[in-house]
């Protein structure tokens, strides 16, 4: 697949209606030209991914807010993305006319984010559109950090930045209403939004999803993945662990192969490994079985283990 660091041929080939792979801080993202619905409309095709879920669209200039949000933003959601954009943070809001249906799936409400990546930046200043893009891979597969793990065809170019920082996906934010509510865990905190908004939490999960992140599966390695517990009984071989740090013992068991997350237990560092990790068990014909350590779920601990769990749910025996 053709990847290199030209951000002129990635924009001529959005002008053109193609699709191109962009770096972000967050994962790698599959974009497209969000005004143009037949660009977008790829996208589902690319990444067999079902039309019922909606698009986050990207942005570099807060300016761009007006022709996609129908209503200003209250000043303390202004607050609150002076903080955080450009960054993993994605607000959800009623939608102009301007972003086709295809876009929010039919929804009244449409995702935006400003991306952080300097790749990212570059690409969408040189743009007088803003880009749709979910994550560069299959649907319900793990989302990719690296260009090594982009496995899609029908793409015209892979901009390669290097490795996504944050490595899991932004936190969604609907900001409707006067407390915002998080849709999915991400790249910030719930603690870190509270600071702005006290009463902000976490939305329980509806029978009817708004944000198809709260799928109970998703983000899935193609092997077994467990989250280990007191009474797992861990296979005799083909076994890899997945663990939190360095100082992470209280499992006895044997494992033929262990990666870690992040040596010195940083938060952080163990988020931006965690699908790479995750890819490289995938990957590995040794290992037939991919086991995880449970984190603490404070901070990112919580966005960490969202993804682990929704991992893990459809090998739950
Ligand atoms: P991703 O595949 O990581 O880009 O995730 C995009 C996710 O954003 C979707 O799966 C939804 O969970 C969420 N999303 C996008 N648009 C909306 C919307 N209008 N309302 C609620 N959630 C949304
Ligand atoms: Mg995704």
Redesign the pocket.
């Known amino acids: 697949m053709l990847t290199g660091t030209d951000i002129q041929f990635a924009v001529e080939c959005l002008r053109k209606g193609e699709l191109v792979v962009m770096p972000t801080e967050t994962v790698y993202g599959l974009a497209a030209n969000a005004f143009d619905s037949l660009a977008v409309a790829k996208i589902f095709e690319v990444k067999k991914r079902p039309f019922f879920?909606?698009?986050?669209l990207h942005i570099h200039d807060l300016k761009q807010l007006d022709e996609l949000f129908e209503a200003p933003l209250q000043d303390n959601y202004i607050k609150l993305i002076n903080k955080f954009w450009p960054g993993p943070l994605?607000l959800?809001s009623s939608k102009t006319s301007n972003v086709p249906a295809i876009v929010?799936s039919g929804?009244s409400?449409?995702?935006v984010r400003m991306p952080s990546h300097p790749m990212a930046r570059k690409l969408l200043q040189e743009l007088d559109f803003p880009l749709a893009a979910?994550?560069a891979n299959l649907f319900g597969c793990l989302s990719p950090t690296i260009p090594a793990h982009i496995n899609l065809e029908g793409i015209s170019y892979i901009l390669d930045g290097g490795k996504s920082l944050v490595g899991i996906?932004s936190t969604?934010l609907m900001v409707d209403g006067n407390e915002p509510q998080i849709?999915?865990p991400g790249g910030i905190s719930l603690e870190e939004i509270q600071e702005f908004f006290p009463a902000a939490k976490i939305m329980q999960k509806t029978l009817d999803p708004?944000?198809?992140?709260?799928l109970e599966s998703h983000y899935s390695p193609l092997k077994p993945f467990i989250i280990l517990n007191a009474s797992t009984q861990v296979h005799k071989e083909g076994a890899g662990l997945i663990q939190f740090s360095a100082a992470s013992s209280m499992f006895d068991f044997h494992f033929d192969k262990r990666l870690m997350l992040s040596k010195n237990g940083d938060m952080l560092e163990a988020a931006s490994n965690l699908f790479e990790l995750l890819h490289q068990f995938e990957s590995d014909p040794d290992i037939s079985f991919i086991y995880m350590e449970p984190i603490t779920e404070n901070g990112i601990g919580v966005a960490i283990m969202d993804r682990a769990k929704k991992a893990a749910f459809r090998w739950i025996e």
């Open positions: 879920d909606p698009l986050i994605t959800v929010s929804l409400t449409v995702a979910p994550s996906e969604i849709l999915r708004l944000a198809p992140g709260q």
